[in-house]
């Protein structure tokens, strides 16, 4: 079992920036490829990021390329999400989510098999 909690989520305004932070509790932390993903009023959930044990592997939605930096500490047992020239259409719950995986990553959802509660972002224009 692993335990997620998100923090950091909140208002910005367009252009400005958030870092989001995702604390793991349970079982190796460094066993798990971690992902960020994000649910928007009416939408699916959807990929933001994801990144390897290791760090050596990401993944990044063409949506938030050259904007988002996904990065872990395992020291720590948390992953973050530097969010940078934010925009109004990254307005959604942001969820962190563990994907027991040796190699790579993967965006599909239904590979991770723990979740966080969820983060609001809201992005003023």
């Known amino acids: 079992q692993v335990q997620l909690v998100e923090f950091g989520g909140g208002l910005a305004q367009a252009g400005g920036s958030l870092r989001l932070s995702c604390a793991a509790s349970?079982?190796?932390?460094?066993?798990?490829?971690m992902g960020w993903f994000r649910q928007a009023p009416g939408k699916e959930r959807e990929i933001v990021a994801a990144?390897?044990?290791?760090?050596?592997?990401?993944h990044y939605a063409d949506s938030v390329k050259g904007r988002f930096t996904i990065s872990r500490d395992n020291a720590k047992n948390t992953v973050y999400l530097q969010m940078n020239s934010l925009k109004p259409e990254d307005t959604a719950v942001y969820y962190c989510?563990?994907?027991?995986?040796?190699?790579?990553?993967?965006?599909?959802?239904?590979?991770?098999?723990?979740w966080g509660q969820g983060t609001q972002v809201t992005v003023s224009s």
């Open positions: 349970g079982r190796a932390f460094s066993s798990y490829a």
């Open positions: 990144i390897s044990w290791s760090g050596s592997s990401t």
């Open positions: 989510a563990a994907d027991y995986r040796i190699l790579g990553v993967t965006p599909r959802i239904s590979e991770y098999d723990y």
